[in-house]
Each structure stands twice: as C-alpha cells, then as structure tokens.
DNA sequence: CAAGTGATTTGAATCGTTCTAATAACATCC
DNA sequence: GGATGTTATTAGAACGATTCAAATCACTTG
C-alpha cells in the first residue's frame, strides 16, 4: 500500500532528501531530469518523491530563476461565446507549452479591466493577451502592465498611442474587409438600402468594419442615410430593443449588416417582435461565426473568424515574443471568410 | 513628467529601501499599511515607490507567507455558454475578494483533466473549483491534486468513493426536481409519450435528470419506451445528427425531456431538417436557461440555473473552505425553476 | 540621572527552489 | 607517485518578499 499523507505540511525538497540521505541540490537536478546524476541515485530519489508525495513548487522555482509559467488572458466578455472560444484556444496553446491561464473578465468596463491587469501583473505573468474594453487608453494600460511584461493585443486596438518603446504585438480581424464583402454580398441580392447595426463607434473593430461597409456602398453609388447607422451593446437584448431604431426616420432599410452574430441574432429577435421575418423580408449579415450562427433560424450569413483557432494565434504569438524579447513588434491580420447561410435573403 | 523605466530589471523592495534610505523591512511595512510606520517615512516611501514605478512581487510574498493568492478553475467544456457564464461568475467573485483565477479547460476529457489537474497543482493555488470531466474518478483526482488543497466540485459527482479524510465540498443542481418539474409539466400540456434526450449516463448529473424524468412519468403511470432514451454528445451539431433516433422504432415520442439547452437546440435543429416544427408539432424543454433559450424560435422552455450566479456561489464556499479548512463539508443543491416558454407546445 | 515608556526602525532568518563553484572519489597516464 | 581527468555530489548564496525579536531614539518621570 503507498503510503498516502492524508494531512499535514507540504513536502519540500528537503524533505525527500533527507528521507534518501542526499542533498537537496541532487533531488533538484533529478526532478529536472539531468543527466548528471548517478542511475542509482536518480531512481532512489524518485521512489522517494513518489513515497512522500511531492508536489513541485512552481513558484519558488520561477522566483529563483527569474522565470514565469503563466500568461495572462484578459477579455472584455467571457460570457459572448466568441471570447469562451477564444480562451479556450488560448489556454489549449499555453497548457501544451507548459504555461498556465491567468485568467480576467472586464466585463467592457475600462475601470475592472485596470483593476483586473494590476491585480494579474502582481502574479508575474510572462506575458498578457488582452482583448481590451470599449474606450481603453493605451496609456494607461501601459501604466498598470508596466513595459516589462509583453502585451499581445486581440481584436481592438486601444485608445491613444504607445511610445515606440513598448512593443506590443497585434492580433487583429480583417475587420474592414469582412464587413465590405458582407455589404457587397448584401447589394449583389439587390439591396440598396443597407444599415450598419451594433456596438459603438469607440470600438476600433467597430470603425473598422462600419469602414468597410461604407467603402463597399460607396464603391456601389449607395447613398447612406444616418438613421441607418444604430448602436446598441453587444448583448442579444439590447440588440433587439435597439432594432426598432432602424425603422425611426426615412425610408427604411431591407438589409443590415451587423457587427457582429450576437447583434445580428438580437436583431434577428427585435425584428420578430416587430413582424418582419428575418432571411425573408429583412436581410442580415454577422461578424464571428459563433456556433450559434449556423444553428439559428434563419441560420446567419456571417464571416467567419475561427475564434479558437485565433486563440491559439494569440498564445503562440506570445509564446514567440517571450523567446525573443528584442524582435520586432509586429501586426498579424488574420483572414476572414464569408459564410452565406439563409439570413441574407435577396431583396423580395 | 514621471520618470518611468521602459527598460531595465524588475523594481524590488531593496530598490526602494535603498533610494529613500530606510530598510527593506520598513518599506514592506509601508506596502501592507502597517500602523506602525511614521506618517513622513510612509510619504517618503510612498512617492518611492510611485517614482521607481514599483510592482508587488505576489508570489514572493506568498512563498514567505505560506498562503496562496490563487484559485484553480477546471471545467468540462468552457465553449458551453452555460460554463462561460459560471467562469465569469466565479473569476468576478474571486476577484473580489483579492484572488485570480487560474483558468483549465479539460474539453470533456479524463486525460486532459489529469494533466490539467497536475500542472494547476504545481502553482500552487489556494483551492480548486472542479466540474469534472464525464467519467472522471475520486481516486485518480485525489491522487493528483492531493488532500492538502481544498476542493469544490460543481455540478457533477466524480466516479467511485472519497476517503472520509478529503472533505470536499459540493455545489450541485437540483438536477432530479428539475427534471421531474419539466416531464410534469409536459404532462399537464397533454403528452403522453415523452422521450429523454442527449448526454450520456456516466455523468451523475446525466442520471439524476434521468431520475427525475422516470420518477414523473411513472407518478402519471406512463409507459417509457427503450427507443425514447437517446445520447448524444454535449453539442449542438451531434444533438442534431441524434434527433432521428427519437423515430426509429415503435411508437414516436410527441415531446422531450433535454439534458440541456445545447442538447435542446441541437434537437430542434434535427426536427426542423426532418420537417417537424418544435413548438408546434413537438414538445421539447432544456436544461440551463443560457442566454439562447430565450432567443431561439421557438423560445425554449427551460429550468433556470443562473450559471452566473452558481459560479459566484462556488467561489463563495471554496473562500468560506479557506477561511475555516476544518468545517465540516457540506452539500449545496442549488434550486433550479422552471421557465416556460414556446417550445412546451401542448400536444396537438 | 538612571530607568522606564512608547513610537519607529531594522537585522537576520525564512519560504522552496536553482545554480555556481567547490569537493570528493576514483581511474588513467607517464 | 603525482599530475590530470572524469564523474557524482554538495554547500551555500541567491530570488523577493515577511516577520520577529531586538535596537534605537525621543521623552517622561520619580
């Protein structure tokens, strides 16, 4: 029977040495696997560790030799599923190289999302991926974080800018030219009046996209009317109480495109309240291609973004910086594809 | 302008000693806010440390102290909304009270859980926050995390028996009364040939609803066919792909029972491929109330769990365990409440 | 003025690792 | 036999904080 320690102090270093009479420098380097060590002391060693129940203590290790095993992961909403993916590719990437997920939700509040980086940072992260909130400066993330700590920016760009010092990486969506082959798409289906639906204008994906949708309308000799362009949070129903605006003012539109699924299926609702029937007398498009999008009814035309895999991106662009600090700062713009589904009606 | 130190070494508590000439140990004084230190050395210190731009090194602090400032978070299936949301809740109530989340996604996988388990392990965290994998077992868990961190297991049991030593607590649903609230009210609305639908039996979790659906259909002496139980995995897709099993066989079921939500989204989307209209030609109630039951057409009736507010509640009693690590364990079965909503169509 | 008091400050040990430099034991070579 | 390697092992100082007992200082006070 292994003799298991059902309460009582941890067991150190020192502990599994003195109980096998070598020092505590020999139990190190077994644990470490070198190859310095005698055969026969390795493996006495190692009955030892397995006898008493030794867990390695990574945090005194990481003291000692200046190191981190952790990465922070910020998100501005963990509760939208394109983030849940997100996180979990991320920590799928960092666990298999052996980091573990420090993990913050800012909830989109600027003031939690400092709270959250000082509390993290005080952890020693070796690095942080952020999704930053809606309106947060750069100066004063930099400020909080610090500019030892490497900073791998997802999906926004922050507010203001960063001394060239600091080189943060970038990981962003083809934000404009998603929403311009989701405009395009929308006038090749005979619309020709197309709104901008969801999120704020403080958002830079946001500007991006709405971006695109203005370069394809205006590539197409589209007017675009004000009360086409509606804001709204990114929840399903603030999306749907927002959805009534579209149809506030002049002539109102047939299509929308959103930016993105989880205001799309908000307006999707918010149109049903209405009576117009999404994918039949209203077209709409999304941004994300969560796993709702192809589930719904009508299921959502949209662009997809991959968002595991990006967290995997994410984590491995990080990884990358922290084997080489001095490299150059660098932007990736991961592709976006459209996916046509039913909701992108052609105008009826 | 402030001077800040875009490059360099790490800023210690001997950095700060050493330029406002005090010792080390007043400035950690200083840092906790002892009552101890003079109003002037405390100032002197204070700008010190704002000037040299100083960061809390956490884990030396806890090495020292013996306390952890951490909590592990490992769950099943963090894309699932229904986690997402109980990630939140539990990162934003451990937040609170001056704790990070140590974030595991085990993705529904035995072996993913272990090595999880054993790398969270080794960064010491204060406790660990668990809902286990489907047919994870006590032994092996125990094994690996050890009976020195306290444990919360949530909404499923793990395989096999606990020694009395390891008292873990439990936050579990009232997945039985749930279960049985649904079939009740199914009955009421008229079916009589009622299915159960989706996961597996090797969760607990799985059983109890079972339980409950059994307990209500015999109660109104209904009969339950064997064809009428059908698995699937915790995916839309494959919920979808399982529905046609519902038909094969004798005599066609006219409502189900869901597992869950995701289950019951999915099996609507089987339904629809098939011609048949949930909510209107067929009965189906999930499991969950995440945010899309509410936004599906048809809107689905549903047990409200407030995963949100389960995952608060979870970090409250693993913070209560740290706080007196001798109480007694104790089982919390949350209630759940049933919500009713279009897709419990009477029976036509 | 010696001793007592209260308010501040500090030296040194400690937490559980890692790592450098030193030591020890033993074989090899001229 | 002494110089030279080779191979295994280890003492002890870090890492960046906390903590306790002890020291220092400025005042009272009998």
Chains 1, 2 share one sequence.
Not at 222 to 229: C, D, I, K, T
Not at 243 to 260: D, K, R
Not at 290 to 303: F, G, Q, R, V
Request: one cysteine or more.
């Amino acid at each position: 029977m292994e003799s298991q320690t059902p309460v009582g102090r941890k067991i150190t270093l020192n502990d599994i040495a003195a109980g096998c009479g070598v020092s505590r420098a020999t139990v190190s380097l077994v644990l470490r696997g070198s190859p310095l060590v005698n055969k026969l002391t390795r493996a006495r060693v190692e009955e030892e560790l397995r006898r008493q129940g030794y867990v390695y203590n990574r945090a005194a290790a990481n003291l000692r030799r200046r190191t981190s095993s952790s990465v922070a992961l910020v998100v501005n909403e963990l509760a939208n599923p394109f983030f849940a993916e997100f996180a979990a590719g991320v920590d799928e990437a960092l666990g298999e190289a052996g980091f573990v997920t420090l993990l913050g939700n800012t909830g989109e509040s600027v003031g939690r999302e400092q709270a959250v980086l000082q509390s993290l940072i005080e952890h020693g992260p070796g690095g942080i991926i952020l999704s930053p909130a809606e309106g947060s400066e750069a100066h004063a993330v930099l400020a909080t974080v610090g500019a030892h700590t490497p900073v791998v920016l997802f999906n926004r760009e922050l507010g203001g800018t960063l001394p060239e010092y600091a080189h943060w990486d970038r990981l962003m969506l083809d934000n404009q030219r998603g929403a311009r082959l989701a405009t395009e798409h929308l006038i090749a289906r005979g619309h020709r009046r197309i709104a901008f639906f969801g999120s704020h204008d403080d958002s830079s994906s946001c500007r991006e996209r709405h971006a695109g949708y203005l370069q394809a309308m205006q590539a197409a000799g589209l007017p675009v009317e004000p009360h086409w362009r509606v804001e709204c949070a990114l929840t399903r129903v603030d999306a749907a109480r927002a959805a009534h605006a579209l149809f506030e003012g002049g002539a109102a539109p047939t299509a929308a495109v959103c930016y993105n699924d989880v205001a799309a299926l908000g307006l999707m609702l918010g149109l049903n309240q209405r009576g117009v029937r999404p994918g039949h007398d209203f077209a709409i498009t999304g941004f994300d291609d969560i796993a709702e999008a192809a589930m719904s009814t009508p299921s959502l035309s949209t662009l997809s973004t991959a968002p595991r895999l990006r967290g995997r991106q994410a984590a491995e662009l990080l990884l990358a910086r922290l084997r080489d600090p001095q490299a150059q700062a660098g932007t990736v713009i991961a592709p976006v594809e459209l996916v046509v589904r039913e909701s992108s009606c052609p105008l009826s």
